[in-house]
């Protein structure tokens, strides 16, 4: 049975099994997964983090303002914060102050740090994507899965329905005498075998449908119904594929490669931020202070000079600039930009592999495509002949020519056939699939 035929048979299963339930595409499937996957939400979360970070990066480049305020109880012998004679009165005081400081220059390390920050923050959106690419390349191979079990299910109720025929059509002969009671019991235990094989590929269907259920969360389900028909095939069974042309579209947007090179971007702004430790350093602060204390009193009346008044009278400002010059600090500064340098010769390094890998990996799609194509072409030959052969040795065997063990044999060569060709179509279709996203394809819906 070639490819479709066995599409038209799946027709007939999912009307019997899930008439009433809904169909599930492909890309429905994928969505459905994407949507409920918890670790996609995990990656989500991290991207958020890195988002926050960035954002935090850019307020940095604000002022940093503080304001304070005490209250103090003296008791005993204590300095009078007013006069700094020593008092053995018991007294108050409180003091209010707020300070702002702004670095003028610091070798650009913020700068650098917010420019790190936004790769990374870039670099963990593409990992988002790369997770949800994963996740939707697990589902597409779950349910190709789905659907290769689907076949073979369809081929072995075909097989079976051929072993029922004949042995009614054995039944028949030996009731007229025409055939031995041995031709019966040849006849049931092909049949037999072929109802057992009906219910293993059952089992391996169901077991599909579950790992396809977990993959996209789908837990209130125990059974799940795809469409009857698949895509069409992609131009590449028709066309031969550019491996350098396919490797430059890839690596324009593969989020696992784009990743890394934000990382890289990163790291470099990262070095360059660190080296902004061995430069000179240039602050700038203001303050305001004042103060209220119960031992400044009015020399002529003797009370206690008001609040307001003492607000006013004991204000203070400053205004002052601060330049730092790194001298030596147990060369704890070089030691850090020679580290941030390995780092960064590390995420150029990690960005070859991933470059390399996914050349490798594009390298292996082209070829198993050129052989899956001339396999499944061999393959739908394959079925014809021996579907031929079957059909002869069917007559002969109708009309007592052959015996039942080279019927069984013919048989069971159209079966093997028949389940080849449904293999390598469904792989020739995943492979062109992969082929296609690394070709710039929408063949998932993963927003």
Request: aromatic letters at 10%; charged letters at 20%; one cysteine or more.
């Amino acid at each position: 049975m070639n490819l479709k035929t066995y599409i038209s048979s799946i027709f007939f299963l999912t009307s019997l099994f899930g008439f009433c339930q809904e169909t599930w595409t492909l890309d429905e499937c994928v969505a459905y997964a994407i949507e409920h996957n918890l670790q996609v939400k995990n990656t989500n979360y991290n991207n958020d983090s890195s988002k926050e970070t960035y954002r935090q990066s850019i307020r940095n480049l604000l002022p940093t303002v503080n304001g304070s305020t005490g209250y103090t109880i003296n008791i005993g012998r204590t300095a009078d914060p007013n006069t700094n004679d020593y008092v053995n009165t018991e007294f108050f005081s409180n003091n209010y102050s707020v300070g702002a400081s702004l670095d003028i220059f610091n070798g650009f390390q913020k700068l650098n740090n917010i420019r790190a920050s936004k790769f990374i923050f870039k670099a963990t959106q593409e990992d988002v994507l790369q997770q949800k690419f994963l996740l939707a390349f697990r589902v597409m191979s779950a349910y190709y899965d789905i659907k290769f079990y689907e076949g073979l299910v369809a081929n072995s109720l075909e097989q079976q329905e051929i072993s029922q025929s004949n042995y009614d059509l054995v039944k028949k002969q030996v009731e007229l005498g025409m055939m031995a009671g041995a031709d019966l019991y040849e006849a049931e235990s092909n049949l037999l075998g072929d109802k057992l094989l009906v219910t293993q590929n059952k089992n391996l269907l169901a077991n599909a449908k579950l790992i396809l259920l977990q993959e996209m969360n789908l837990n209130e389900q125990t059974d799940i119904v795809l469409q009857e028909t698949l895509e069409e095939t992609s131009s590449a069974a028709e066309e031969s594929i550019a491996l350098d042309s396919l490797y430059e579209t890839a690596r324009g947007f593969v989020p696992l490669v784009k990743s890394q090179e934000y990382r890289v971007n990163a790291a470099k702004k990262q070095l360059q931020a660190t080296r902004g430790n061995l430069l000179p350093s240039l602050s700038l602060t203001a303050g305001y202070s004042t103060g209220y204390f119960e031992t400044q009193t009015d020399s002529d009346t003797g009370k206690i000079i008001p609040f307001k008044t003492q607000f006013n009278d004991n204000a203070s400002k400053y205004v002052a600039a601060q330049l730092s010059i790194p001298i030596s600090n147990g060369w704890s500064a070089h030691s850090r930009v020679k580290q941030q340098k390995i780092a960064y010769l590390q995420a150029k390094n990690n960005l070859e592999i991933q470059e390399q890998e996914l050349f490798k990996l594009l390298q292996q799609l082209v070829q198993d495509n050129q052989s899956f194509m001339a396999e499944y072409e061999q393959s739908n030959q394959k079925v014809k002949a021996q579907q031929l052969a079957f059909d002869i040795a069917q007559k002969k065997y109708e009309k007592g020519l052959i015996n039942s063990l080279d019927l069984f044999q013919a048989k069971n060569l159209y079966g093997v056939a028949q389940n080849e060709n449904l293999q390598v179509g469904l792989k020739l279709k995943v492979n062109q699939s992969t082929i296609d996203f690394y070709s710039g394809l929408p063949i998932f819906n993963i927003n």
